[in-house]
């Protein structure tokens, strides 16, 4: 793929951090502090931590104490970040149009090709070999199908 989709990035995961850094920085927070909080944030930050898994690795690596609201607060970094990759994957598939590399109705080796997902650039909707459920299928980006044998 001569223009590869894009990637979740330090940059999306720092502007959704600074969303939140504000909120845990205290009261009257200085830029200082917001960004002491950041980067505090960002040092344990790993993708699809939630705001509790967030909350205890800020307690044991970086010595905080949180608190419940403080973790609830935490659940957002990972929803921006998801947000801000989707985005920029929407972006990406309006400069980069591309044509489905398999057709509707081909094997592959997760099962068969349905269709293709409306709501994402460049995914395919896979009912998976042996699901019995007729409402459940797979999003499969194109460059991950392969063809079965």
């Not at 944030?41 to 403080?70: N, P």
């Given at each position: 793929m001569s223009?590869?989709?894009?990637?979740?990035?330090?940059?999306?995961?720092?502007?959704?951090?600074?969303?939140?850094?504000?909120?845990?920085?205290?009261?009257?927070?200085?830029?200082?502090?917001?960004?002491?909080?950041?980067?505090?944030?960002?040092?344990?930050?790993?993708?699809?931590?939630?705001?509790?898994?967030?909350?205890?690795?800020?307690?044991?690596?970086?010595?905080?104490?949180?608190?419940?609201?403080?973790?609830?607060?935490?659940?957002?970094?990972?929803?921006?970040?998801?947000?801000?990759?989707?985005?920029?994957?929407?972006?990406w598939g309006i400069d980069h149009p591309m044509a489905p590399p398999l057709p509707v109705g081909a094997m592959t080796t997760r099962g068969l090709i349905a269709g293709i997902y409306e709501y994402q650039p460049a995914y395919y909707c896979i009912k998976e070999t042996g699901c019995t459920d007729a409402s459940r299928h797979l999003l499969v980006k194109f460059e991950d199908a392969r063809a079965a044998a």
């Amino acid at each position: 793929m001569s223009n590869p989709r894009p990637t979740v990035t330090e940059e999306m995961i720092r502007a959704a951090i600074m969303k939140v850094a504000p909120q845990l920085a205290g009261d009257m927070p200085t830029t200082s502090d917001i960004e002491s909080v950041a980067d505090s944030i960002q040092r344990v930050y790993h993708r699809y931590m939630d705001g509790f898994d967030i909350a205890k690795a800020l307690d044991c690596y970086e010595s905080w104490d949180t608190t419940r609201d403080e973790m609830e607060a935490l659940d957002a970094i990972d929803m921006e970040v998801d947000r801000a990759h989707r985005a920029a994957e929407k972006q990406w598939g309006i400069d980069h149009p591309m044509a489905p590399p398999l057709p509707v109705g081909a094997m592959t080796t997760r099962g068969l090709i349905a269709g293709i997902y409306e709501y994402q650039p460049a995914y395919y909707c896979i009912k998976e070999t042996g699901c019995t459920d007729a409402s459940r299928h797979l999003l499969v980006k194109f460059e991950d199908a392969r063809a079965a044998a």
